[in-house]
Each structure stands twice: as C-alpha cells, then as structure tokens.
C-alpha cells in the first residue's frame, strides 16, 4: 500500500474552498493540519491564524476535488476540530 | 473622482474594485468600503442633509452607491426620543431611545442595511436577492425585492416559529426551509453565494450592506443637533452594528459634520449568547465561540464575524460590554413599554437591561447624554412576554360589574 504522501496530487480542475476552523484547546498540540495534507488528496494553504495555549483558530484553503475536500472537513471534525465557513455565521 | 475608491482588506489593506466581493483573496480577510473622504467633504455640509430626504438616503454621499438610491427609498429617519420617564426610573438626565421598531417597511434596522444592499446589488446588475435568515433581516429583503420587483430566496432554519415564516411569505419570495441546524443553513448559505449569481446580502452583498447601518449614528448625531452622544448602548448579534456606529460618528467628524467625537461604545447580549461580551468582561481580545441560548433570537448568533472589531471598537472608544438573563431582557421590555410606550422586540429588552446595568454600575453617569438603540418591533416576538403582561379584565356587559371590579365613580 502506497503512504498517503506518495499519492499523486488531484489533478485540474480543483475545487478552492475556503473555512474557518478552531481547535479546542486539547486539540493545539497536534499536528492536525499535516495530517489532513497526508490522509486525504488536498492542498491546504493557511492565510491567516492565531494559536495561543488556550484556544486556536485559522483561515484555510482546501484545494482539491470537491468529494475529497468534503471529506477532508468530516476528517477533520472526526478529530475534533470546528469547521464553519469562512463568513462565520451570516444566520442573522 | 469617485466616492467609493476601492473594496479594502480589513487586515492586510489589499484593494479590490467596488464589485461583489467580501473576502481578501490573499488573506481571507473582510472587505470594507474605502471612501474618498476629501470629494465627499466638498459636497456634503449640515445644510445639504437638513435640506434632504426624509430618509437615510439624506447621507447618500457616505453610503456605497454610485448613482442614486433605488430601493428603500423611506427607511431610517425613524424618532429619537428624550426618554425622561425612563431616565427618571434609571437616575439619567439626558437618556434618548432610537426608536428603529417604527422603521419602514418592515419595523427593524434592517430596512436600513437592506436598502443599501439592494440599491447596490441593482448598480451591479443583480437580479436575485438572497438571504440566510431567522427572522427580521428575511423579512426586511423580502419586503424591499417585492418592491423592487426582483426575484428573491430566503432561507430559513426547518423549525422557525410559524408567524415569522409568514411574515416573509405574504411578499411571495422562495422560502426555503433547511432541515438541520442554524449551522446547516449556514453553511449551505455561504456555498450557494458562491454558485449563484445571487445578491446574497450578507454574504457577497456585506460590505455593502453593513454600510447602511452608519445611518443610525448620523441621524443621531443630527437629530441631538449636530453632537455626538457621550455614551451609546448597542444590542451586538454579529457585532457589525456597533462597529458601524462607532464608524459613522468618525466619519461626520473626518468631513467636518462634527466637531468632537468622545462618545463610549457600549455593547449588549444576552446571558445566553454572550461571546463578545464574555470575552470583554474577561479582558481578551479574541472571543470563544457559543451555542446559544436564549430568547433573544435575533441576537443569537454563536461566532460572530464581527466579534473581533467590536471588542476592538468598544477598547478604543473606552465603552464597555455587559449581557443580561433572559429575566432581564424580559423586564427590559416591560420596562421600556411601561415608561415610554414603546414595545420593542427581545434585542430591545437586551439593550434596555444593560443600559439599566450600566446606569447602576455608574459606567454611564447621570448627566451623560446617553442614547440606547431599539432595533426592532415587539410584534414580531410576543411569545417573549406572553406570560409576564398579566390577562386582560373579563366582564359581562353591565355597568354593576364594571363597577365592582374598578370601583364607584368619583371613588379613585
């Protein structure tokens, strides 16, 4: 079985979809967002973030097929990570 | 030169021409609109908004359209009330209430971003207004895309309460209930505004649509003759509103409309949704995220986007932040009814209680001009006080009985 770093990029045409994601404060030490590059065929760019000790946020781009990246975020809310929009919430 | 001189980024300053774009392709920052404030200076005095339109259109030149307003054309100019009665109650001289519960059409702040966000959406060539909603804002774009004779979609958690599904389908839009949580719709939203070429206000439309609420701040200003007040209580859902006034009062005293502007920017939640405040009261700049909690519904907003700058507005101008229980937004309503005679919605109970906790506190002194924003109807919420307003008086038609439940005449 290949590793999952091996496996080729996606190819064009790629989705962009763009989130905010936070992690409690449990989840900080971990390197979550090599993993989600590893275990699914997505391209993650960070634009912006904040970590402290207590609490964690960053505004990220997946690029990818969009089957893959929806499963990238259900990855990614599996480890515990909050995942919403990059509007945050417009509900109002 | 044009007013409107580019979309900039709020973080890193990135510029963009004025289409419909909301977020900094370089940093995923918010776009706000960059005005050219030496133009808007030359053609905009005291005179020419006294001699405008009885609406908020009479300070066209600080808001983000280029020809002239095509949609809304009667929101805003709504009362500022001298709230003796209930300033007597709280031990404050100089308290005024901005009455928005009476704004046109449909009864809350909303026509005022709304109004905006669809005279711009149309300049842009927009046929389709849209919008995510639980509840005023659907009402308010439903209401001014009927008007404007666009096409319209609202969309809407599944278990909304029965009256406010009405209140947005009397103007025919597409209602489109979500089966799933707020944080469904949300979602869904913000990935329809990218498939769709839909005027999505508070999505692709927002930076656009959070200008108009500046207008709460100018006519304030106007209406107190030309001061900006000491102290203001603003109700915060996603914090927008209280950034924008603190912006609007900047902006009359950056084009000379004002000569001193030291007014304290304070913010209102309720107990149960209360991340901006929370985070206020424990003095970080940054807020936790919440699932709400509360009856104030049009408040309840978890993750505020604007959560960030409203604690930066409120530290810069030296205000401060407070929430209240649901208890308390329930008395602030009765509160403010039962002295003024105004009945305003649950976020109205909230602005109320944390204006009466500030006055207590001695946040907001008594001599302070001070003006508390009421943001939408009662109407709209009454299943908020249905059981705190007592039950009516029941008699059978005959002057005997009435006189024995009220008394003789003559007698009180």
């Known amino acids: 079985m290949k590793c999952p770093s091996c496996l080729p990029l996606p190819v064009e045409p790629m989705a962009k979809l763009r989130f905010h994601i936070r992690f409690p404060e449990e989840k900080i030490p971990e390197p979550i967002i090599y993993e989600i590059g590893h275990e699914y065929q997505v391209v993650t760019s960070i634009r912006r973030a904040d970590v402290r000790e207590t609490t964690g946020w960053m505004d990220i781009e997946l690029s990818g097929e969009t089957e893959e990246i929806e499963r990238a975020i259900e990855g990614l809310r599996h480890k515990g990570v909050l995942v919403d929009p990059i509007e945050l919430n417009v509900v109002e | ?412």
Request: hydrophobic residues 40%; neutral net charge.
């Open chain 2, 1 to 412: 030169m044009a007013k409107m001189q580019a979309l900039m980024c709020r973080e890193c300053g990135k510029e963009y021409s004025t289409e419909a774009v909301h977020v900094c392709e370089l940093c995923f920052g918010p776009l706000e609109v960059k005005y050219n404030y030496d133009d808007i200076k030359e053609k905009m005095s005291r005179t020419s908004v006294e001699t405008g339109p009885k609406s908020l259109w009479r300070y066209k030149e600080l808001l983000p359209i280029e020809g002239h307003p095509t949609v809304g054309l009667h929101a805003g100019m709504t009362p500022l009330i001298h709230a003796r009665n209930l300033g007597a109650y709280l031990g404050l001289d100089n308290l005024y209430v901005k009455n928005d519960c009476v704004n046109h059409p449909t009864l809350s702040f909303k026509d005022r971003v709304v109004a905006v966000a669809l005279t711009r959406a149309r300049e842009l060539g927009y046929e389709t207004a849209a919008c995510a909603s639980t509840g005023n804002l659907a009402n308010s774009v439903a209401a001014h895309a009927a008007q404007a004779g666009m096409q319209c979609y609202v969309f809407i958690p599944g278990d909304l309460e029965a009256a406010k599904v009405l209140g947005n389908l009397i103007f025919r839009p597409k209602v489109v209930e979500i089966e799933g949580t707020y944080d469904d719709v949300n979602r869904l939203c913000s990935e329809i505004a990218g498939e769709r070429r839909w005027a999505f206000v508070n999505v692709n439309i927002r930076p656009y649509y959070a200008e108009g609420s500046k207008t709460l701040a100018f006519e304030v200003a106007e209406q107190l003759g030309w001061r900006a007040p000491d102290h203001v209580v603003v109700p915060m859902a996603s914090g927008s509103l209280l950034t924008k006034i603190w912006k609007g009062l900047n902006e009359f005293k950056k084009i000379g409309l004002l000569k001193e502007v030291s007014t304290k920017v304070n913010g209102a939640q309720a107990e149960g949704c209360s991340p901006i405040a929370t985070a206020f009261k424990n003095g970080r700049d940054f807020f936790q995220p919440v699932k709400p909690d509360t009856i104030a519904k049009s408040l309840a907003i978890g993750n505020p986007a604007d959560g960030y700058y409203a604690l930066k507005t409120a530290a810069e101008s030296g205000g401060a932040m407070e929430s209240v229980t649901d208890d308390e937004v329930i008395e602030g309503i009765n509160l403010l009814a039962q002295t003024e005679g105004i009945f305003a919605e649950t976020a109205g109970g909230v602005t109320i209680g944390v204006l009466r906790k500030l006055a207590k506190q001695g946040v907001i002194k008594k001599h302070e001009v001070t003006v508390a924003y009421i943001t939408g109807n009662g109407l709209k919420t009454q299943e908020a006080v249905m059981n705190s307003v007592g039950r009516p008086y029941r008699i059978p038609p005959s002057l005997v009985k009435f006189e024995q439940t009220f008394g003789q005449r003559g007698a009180s």
